[in-house]
Structures are given as C-alpha cells and as structure tokens.
RNA sequence: GCGCGAUUAGCUCAGCUGGAUAGAGCAUUGGCCUCCGAAGCCAAAGGUCGCAGGUUCGAAUCUUGCAUCGCGCACCA
C-alpha cells in the first residue's frame, strides 16, 4: 500500500518538472508515514519539506502544487489534505482497506510474505554454544532470537540456511575430557584433585558415572592421555545430542552443524592465513604470525599463529567466514552474546581484508537475561557450574512463553525474565495475552459452527457492513503486517514482530468488549466473523514468525 | 587509561532509521459480566527523553563535550 502511494507521489513530482511548477528537478528519499494520530489520515508525506530547500519556497506552496497534480489522478483516496509544516495527508477510501481483508484470505499463512529480500542468500549462525556442557538460559536468548532472525528473513524473500558452529577444536575438548576422566577417578576412589579451570558442572560427573556403569574401571587400566581423548570425544558428542535435543524441544533446527575441526582437516585455516599474507595484512613479531587488524579500523593487531605455533581461536574463524561467502552467502549474521562485542572489529577486519563489504557481515550482540523469580534474581555462575539450563526453564514455562519472552526486548537490551510471570495465565503474561486473542476468535468460531452456522468464505461477507471506527482501525492494523515484515527483517530485528503483536491483540480484545460479533442482524455478523478472523490468520502467521505456537483453545 | 553500549513515566521497556500533541505493559486509583471466553475491557494520573552546546524548516533520534552505569581490552576459547 505504501509502495502504491508512494509511486504515485513521484508520478504527481515528475509531472510538476514537467510542467515547471517545480525547478530543482531533484527525487528525495521521501517518507511515507503512518502519523501517530488520526486525524492526520492514513499516510503522510513529508517530500515537501524536503523540497523546501533546493526549490526555494515554502513547504506547504509545494504542498499545494504536488496536491494539484495528484488529484487529477486516480486515486485509492478520498482526500489529501495539506497540515502542519508541509506534510500531505491522505485518507484512503474505505474499500481500499476492505481489499485488505479479502488479501489476507486469499494468501492465508502466505499473508506477510515478500520477495524484498529478491532470492538473495543469508546465512544465520547462531547458538554455536561450545560442546562442552548444556546450554543455559543465555544461549537460548540466542537461539531464539537468531531462529526468529531466520524466519522472518524467509518471510521477507531471503533464502536462509541456519547453521551451527561447533567448537570443536582446541584445548577446551581437550579440558572436556580431562574434567569427565578425575570425576571417573574420583568416583572409582581415586584421590585426586579437581582442579579449578576444570568444568565444574554436576553433568561432568553425571557422564563420568555412564562411563563407570558400562565400562567399569576399564579407563584405569590404560594410559591417561589416552583416556582423556577417550572421554574428549565421547563426552564432546554426548554433550552435543544433548545441546541438540533441547534445540528440538525448543523448536529450533538448523539446516547444518559446522565442525571447527573439519576447517583443520581441510587446511583451511593455513589456507586463510596465507591469503591474509599474501595480501601483505600479516607480519612475525616476537615468534608469532599477527594480523593487522588496525589497518581496519581495530585498536590492537590480533594474533593468527602463537610462538608455539598453535593457531588461535581467531585464525580458525578467519578460514570459517571465509569458506562462509564461497558457499555462496551474500549475506552472512553472527548472533553472539554481548559480552564478546570487543571482537567485532577484528571480524569487520576479516570482512575487510578479504575484499568484502563490512556489511556483508551483520553481528547481532545478545544481551545478558536476569532470571527472575518471586522478583529475587536467580545467582548465576558458569565457572561454578551453577546455572539454569534452558531446558529447566523450557520445562517450567513452556516453548512459547520462553521463545516469546526471549523476544519481547530488542536483543541489544537487558531482559529481565520473570519466571512467575511466564506462567501466569492472566493479562499481564504478555504470551498469554496474544495467544488468547486467537483463541477466543477460535472460541467464536465453535459457537457460530455449534449453532449451525457456516463461518464466511471471501465474497459471501458484506464488508461494507464494517463501518465501526474500531473496525476501520483494526483492519489498517492488519494491513500494516506486512510492511511490519519487511522492516524486522531488514533491521534484523525481531522484537519489532512480538510488539506487533502485542498491539494487534490489545485492539482485538478492545473490539471484542465494545462490539458483540454475533449480533441480529445476519450479514452484520457475517462481515464481524470474516474481520475476527482475518485478526486469527495475521496473529497466527506473526506467531509462527516467532516460533510460538496458535492454541485454539487454551 | 582506551574502546563499545546504554541513560525515555514510580518500575520494565517501545519509539518504524530526522517529522505533527513522545507511546505501551506492570504498579496506583476508580469503574464494567441477566451479554460470543472477565484468561477480558474502559477511565484517571504519571515526562526537563541524563546534562550542555551544534547541525536544519523540524532532534528522543544525527554530532561534540560532560556525568553516571554496564561490558570488553590474551600469543584463552
């Protein structure tokens, strides 16, 4: 609909160059806005303004003429209107929002849908939590807003693969298996110590007893190096069926789990360096192979080969976005905690020296979750082993309400999690909220079928009969889902969807208390149901955006 | 010390990329069920958009400085 109007608003300023009523022959990037307020119409344009400047005259002169030459065509308006310092107004003609309605019938779960995104190929790396303990109530804000991130990019046209990034290469695999081997030593009573830097968790222990239960002190027996490679591998994968069947429980699939290690087995971690040196970004200093990340803007230049001829964690990840774009991703989003902002830059230096735009690579930084319950923050700390798993909160408040709390701030900001509150089934639980408005359209549904009544099909409802203010209101809110959409897929962010959506119900259940649906007068309530349930396909389509479920009934 | 990010109603936060009179939800106060789900709705009250300059027709939004808070600053992953 915007785009509509705004194409007819170039129309109407290449027609005033034409007839020199304009001079500056200039194409703004002009906006078309939904004001705030009612009164000030559907739609407004602010091109006037902008005009004031190279055309020498005042807002509201240009206003006028712009208003001349769109009159003479033909509109989807009823009105336009010239207010305040120079914006053009317009009120759309009723029928224009009654197409609206018959739209959403006709593409149903497809309602929402663009091709903005034109096919181009985005790739989502998100979780990628390192196998080496199950994941907590951080990792699933990532995993949530990195799947909602996915979905609403394929809403809006992209072509979207989700993957996974398995640390599985380094000393930390290596710390795995040393901590799962002294558990089993201790459990066998053997007296050893457990040193600090060691995983301190209960699941540690709960992997070593496995061990006990079906091999015995067999590891006793050999050598411990081997040992611990031993429990590296078997603990690392156990771990990661483990992360992996959370992720299910939680809805989330990824179309590919990537392994560290394999950049290693392919040489392409060597490969990456070497093409950092060729293109003269490297040098040695001190026996190690640097990078020089400054050269693009970093503040420090960052090692790629350490004097022991160990290659770090950035080296591995400089092959890994590299070998990202030659699979052929035009855009790639890293979705990481916040507190690992300090390596953007180095990563933009990547983006950079490969030749790259910076852009290519979108890092979205997840903030930190307060778990809060009875209003009392739940203690948490990984070094101890001390944490919530995102399973223990799953099974608690459910996959909806966690996704959707997950969701309800901008990824960049803090989030409290009330764990109470998720659960609360009242209009303060923000998921219960939306939720109950689709199911109380379902509600509505089953008395109109229980009565014998058969539910609208598009074309047989008189939408005419929808002159209510509220019912006008409704269905330009549900006109502006698309557009919605398209602007949190191109923001990469999805919180924009969960506030939609929050907005949507609350004009519903306001609607639902003023007016009733099912009234005397037949093709009244005919119209009534075929709105109310355009409301139960937009919620539910931005729901399922979410990952969260559309109860019928609740 | 340097860098990044925050600062909007009592609390938790939005603010559509610079637009018109800054909005929600909790919490507070007062109302609404002989009626499709009260698991809901309506109303009132609540503001120096951290402070001070700058940019322009126009700033919560962009810019500079300052203040407070958080997080980063490894030849760790």
């Known amino acids: 609909m915007k785009t509509r109007l705004k194409s007819a608003v170039e129309k109407a300023l290449q027609n005033c160059y034409a007839a020199k009523t304009l001079v500056s022959g200039e194409l703004p990037e002009f906006a078309i806005e939904v004001p705030n307020h009612t009164d000030h119409g559907d739609f407004a344009v602010n091109v006037a303004m902008m005009l004031a400047r190279p055309e020498k005259k005042a807002p509201r002169q240009i206003a006028q003429l712009l208003v001349e030459q769109l009159e003479q065509q033909e509109g989807m308006w009823d009105k336009i209107e010239i207010a305040g310092p120079g914006f053009v107004n317009f009120f759309l003609s009723k029928s224009c929002w009654y197409a609206v309605l018959d739209d959403i019938y006709a593409k149903g779960a497809q309602f929402g849908r663009s091709d903005v995104g034109a096919g181009r190929r985005v790739q989502v790396e998100f979780v990628s939590a390192n196998p080496t303990g199950p994941l907590h109530i951080g990792h699933g804000r990532g ?6 991130v996915a979905s609403v990019l394929q809403e809006a046209g992209f072509d979207v693969q989700r993957e996974y990034y398995i640390n599985d290469a380094g000393n930390q695999m290596d710390t795995l298996g040393r901590s799962i081997f002294l558990r089993y030593c201790q459990l066998q009573g053997r007296d050893v110590e457990f040193p600090e830097d060691c995983y301190q968790g209960d699941y540690i222990r709960t992997l070593a007893q496995q061990a006990i239960d079906e091999q015995g002190d067999h590891f006793l027996q050999m050598d411990d190096v081997e ?21 299910q429980q939680f809805g989330i699939n990824f179309d590919n789990w990537y392994s560290e290690q394999s950049l290693y087995d392919r040489d392409l971690v060597k490969a990456g360096i070497e093409t950092l040196t060729r293109d003269g970004y490297t040098y040695e200093q001190d026996g190690a192979i640097w990078f020089r990340t400054t050269d693009f803007g970093d503040d420090k230049d960052r090692v790629l080969v350490r004097s022991n001829g160990v290659t770090t964690y950035f080296a591995s990840d400089v092959a890994y976005h590299r070998e990202k774009y030659e699979r052929g991703f035009d855009i790639v989003i890293d979705v990481w905690g916040a507190d690992h902002h300090g390596y953007v830059p180095r990563m933009k230096a990547v983006l950079a020296a490969l030749g790259r735009n910076t852009e290519d690579l979108q890092i979205i930084l997840v903030q930190l979750v307060n778990l809060l319950r009875e209003g009392e923050q739940v203690a948490m700390s990984t070094r101890s082993g ?12 459910g996959k909806d309400a966690c996704r959707f709390f997950f969701l309800m701030r901008r990824s960049d900001s803090q989030l409290d999690f009330d764990l109470e509150l998720a659960k609360k089934q009242s209009t303060e639980n923000p998921v219960f909220y939306v939720q109950y408005a689709h199911a109380r359209v379902c509600s509505i549904n089953r008395n109109v079928q229980e009565s014998g009544l058969s539910l609208p099909q598009p074309g047989d409802a008189e ?4 002159q209510l203010p509220e019912e ?19 923001s990469y962010e999805p919180h924009r969807i969960t506030f939609y959506l929050q907005e949507l119900a609350a004009q519903f259940h306001s609607y639902y208390n003023q007016h009733r649906v099912i009234v005397d007068d037949r093709a009244t309530s005919c119209a009534r149901l075929y709105l109310v349930n355009a409301v139960k396909i937009v919620i539910s389509n931005a729901l399922n955006v979410l990952g969260v479920s559309s109860p019928d009934k609740m």
């Open 463 to 466: 939408v005419t009969k929808l």
């Open 227 to 247: 040992a611990i490679a031993h429990f590296s591998t078997t603990g690392g994968e156990a771990i990661r069926s483990g992360i992996n069947a959370d992720l």
């Open 472 to 490: 006008l209101a409704l269905t330009r809110m549900l006109a502006r889902y698309p557009e919605v959409v398209v602007g949190a897929a191109l």
């Open 386 to 397: 001390k944490f919530v798993t995102l399973k223990e909160v799953i099974d608690e408040v």
């Open 143 to 148: 995993a949530a807003t990195g799947d909602a």
